[in-house]
């Protein structure tokens, strides 16, 4: 499910006014208001090749309570169909997360999050995933904003080295193989450029670092190992979580199957683990920062991702 924006216009169709909200409801009304946005359903096989949009509503703005129930009535208007509907996917605003903890799942405490909900029909679980790209976004966001953050070993993980790598390969010309550029810095100009923070957080920044750090002895970028196994970690988790093909020739990138689940399971719960002692400056939690959503999002794909292979394809054998 995905909200996007449409303009605020109210237009005679030779039948009938269009541009108020519209919840399925057949209402008329001179109160109604102008929708400014549309909630869209969307249907996606993950054991074929197709996709279909199931519905769409026109709404001014909802409460996290409405949400969950419109998703409830979309549950129960595919189930008719013989459809297995085995997770929900939506972007991490606030009114999102909440919505999930009124279908049943939680979030609050991270050493045993509860990422899924029960179907109102079948009572099958359906697993939560928080859009990987979104909250890719908003943790390259907190990183550049803060500044600085902290792992589990005290490693000091810092934008700073991020912000001289761009400065090396366009001032002094040396080339190390990343997509770095100064567009990558102000990333709050294009916000809603998803290559922009793959290519910020990716494995060849880090395998750059890591080439200054050990092989060139620059003291710029002394105690730049710390960064490099951030975005490492974050790579192969984005990685994972945008595999779509079991042939791919990058490993992580493989779809989950027999011959790889074990090596997968056992890299995401290194990265789960590394993500949940990551701190701020203050010694505070990421998970617990004003800017938190993009790991406590990655931690709920994390989860999600390990009960829906294990519930759907270890006990049910129905993607396989």
């Not at 400014?36 to 996606?44: I, P, Q, R, S, T």
Request: aromatic content about 10%; hydrophobic content about 45%; charged content about 25%.
């Amino acid at each position: 499910m995905d909200e996007m924006a449409i303009k605020r216009k109210i237009e005679w169709d030779g039948k009938k006014f269009t541009g108020y909200v519209n919840i399925g409801v057949e209402l008329s009304s001179d109160e109604l208001a102008e929708a400014k946005e549309a909630l869209v359903f969307m249907l996606v096989a993950l054991n074929g090749s197709w996709k279909i949009p199931i519905g769409y509503f026109l709404l001014e703005g909802l409460s996290a309570m409405e949400k969950a129930n419109l998703v409830v009535k979309g549950l129960e208007f595919v189930h008719p169909t013989g459809v297995i509907v085995t997770s929900l996917t939506f972007d991490g605003t606030p009114t999102n997360l909440s919505m999930a903890e009124y279908l049943g799942a939680d979030f609050k405490n991270y050493m045993q999050f509860k990422t899924w909900f029960l179907h109102p029909i079948s009572n099958e679980k359906l697993f939560i995933f928080l859009d990987a790209c979104h909250m890719l976004k908003l943790l390259r966001n907190c990183f550049a904003v803060y500044k600085q953050l902290v792992d589990g070993s005290g490693g000091i993980i810092k934008w700073q080295f991020i912000e001289k790598l761009v400065e090396l390969q366009e001032d002094v010309q040396l080339q190390l193989g990343t997509k770095l550029r100064k567009k990558h810095l102000y990333w709050s100009d294009q916000p809603m450029k998803v290559n922009l923070a793959v290519q910020t957080l990716s494995n060849s920044v880090s395998c750059a670092l890591i080439t200054l750090e050990d092989d060139f002895k620059m003291k710029e970028f002394e105690g730049a190992s710390a960064t490099a196994l951030f975005t490492k970690h974050i790579n192969d988790l984005f990685d994972v979580l945008n595999s779509k093909n079991r042939f791919c020739t990058v490993e992580l990138r493989r779809g989950l199957s027999q011959t790889n689940i074990e090596q997968v399971f056992r890299r995401l719960s290194e990265i789960r683990n590394y993500l949940t002692k990551l701190k701020v400056q203050d010694e505070v939690s990421v998970l617990n920062c004003r800017r938190k959503t993009g790991f406590v999002g990655f931690i709920v794909c994390i989860d999600s991702l390990m009960g829906l292979y294990n519930e759907y394809v270890v006990e049910k054998q129905l993607l396989h």
